[in-house]
Each structure stands twice: as structure tokens, then as C-alpha cells.
């Protein structure tokens, strides 16, 4: 049950939750003994999973799994939640200006079109 003001993202849920499964095997295979270090027993896997999760439960999906792929082209040592964090506010930032940008040139395409059907009705073209 849903609380009222609550939002129910259940659609991206095993999504999410596939991201962030992913996420772990990606850093396991990856920092194998630093993770270990951290993350070595399952009790501490299952924490560190509940910690990661709520705290990029922000981002969708599809931004965790292309921040996790760069975090491990781009780091020697196993990244920290912020690392991720961080790489993932810069990708939504990155998409966020794509999409106003898209938007704009969309609409400048829409106003060409307007002003060049004007242009043939006048010049009878």
C-alpha cells in the first residue's frame, strides 16, 4: 500500500534492483580483493547493497549502469557510493542538457517550417 504524497515506482523497481545487482558482480569481478575487503561476508554485501541502493535511487537505471561502466574503465581502486554518485549526477546533467538542447532545436525546426510556408504563400512558391 501506498502512503498518500508516496510515489509508486514499482515500473523501475527490477530494473533498479538490476542495476544494482549488476553493479556489485561488476565491482566484485573487477576489485576482486578490495572488495572482499569490504564486502566479504553476506551480511555486509546485504548492507552495503540496502547503502548503495538507497542512496542512487535517485537515478534511473539505465545512468547507474552506464556510471559503473566508466567508474571501472576509469579507476584502479574500488570506487566509492560517491564516486558513483557523482558520475551518475554528471550523466543526468549530461542528458538533462541534451534533451533542453533537442527541445530548442526542435522548436527552432518547427519555426523555420512556419516562417518558410509564409514565405512560399507570399511569393506564391
Request: hydrophobic share 40%; with cysteine; glycine share 2%.
Given at each position: 500500500m501506498i502512503s498518500p504524497g508516496q510515489k509508486n515506482s514499482t515500473k523501475l523497481l527490477p530494473e533498479f534492483i538490476q542495476a544494482i545487482d549488476d553493479l556489485f558482480v561488476k565491482l566484485e569481478l573487477t576489485y576482486h580483493y578490495q572488495f572482499y575487503k569490504v564486502f566479504g561476508d553476506d551480511d555486509k554485501l546485504l548492507t552495503g547493497k540496502k547503502i548503495w541502493a538507497k542512496n542512487l535511487k535517485k537515478f534511473n537505471p539505465s545512468i547507474i549502469v552506464q556510471a559503473t561502466d566508466w567508474l571501472i574503465s576509469n579507476h584502479d581502486f574500488l570506487p566509492?557510493?560517491?564516486?558513483?554518485?557523482?558520475?551518475?549526477?554528471?550523466?543526468?546533467?549530461?542528458?538533462?542538457?541534451?534533451?533542453?538542447?533537442?527541445?530548442?532545436?526542435?522548436?527552432?525546426?518547427?519555426?523555420?517550417?512556419?516562417?518558410?510556408?509564409?514565405?512560399?504563400?507570399?511569393?506564391n512558391i
Amino acid at each position: 500500500m501506498i502512503s498518500p504524497g508516496q510515489k509508486n515506482s514499482t515500473k523501475l523497481l527490477p530494473e533498479f534492483i538490476q542495476a544494482i545487482d549488476d553493479l556489485f558482480v561488476k565491482l566484485e569481478l573487477t576489485y576482486h580483493y578490495q572488495f572482499y575487503k569490504v564486502f566479504g561476508d553476506d551480511d555486509k554485501l546485504l548492507t552495503g547493497k540496502k547503502i548503495w541502493a538507497k542512496n542512487l535511487k535517485k537515478f534511473n537505471p539505465s545512468i547507474i549502469v552506464q556510471a559503473t561502466d566508466w567508474l571501472i574503465s576509469n579507476h584502479d581502486f574500488l570506487p566509492t557510493l560517491s564516486d558513483l554518485a557523482k558520475i551518475c549526477s554528471s550523466i543526468n546533467n549530461d542528458l538533462i542538457r541534451k534533451d533542453v538542447a533537442n527541445e530548442e532545436l526542435d522548436n527552432f525546426e518547427r519555426f523555420d517550417k512556419k516562417i518558410l510556408e509564409k514565405l512560399r504563400k507570399k511569393h506564391n512558391i
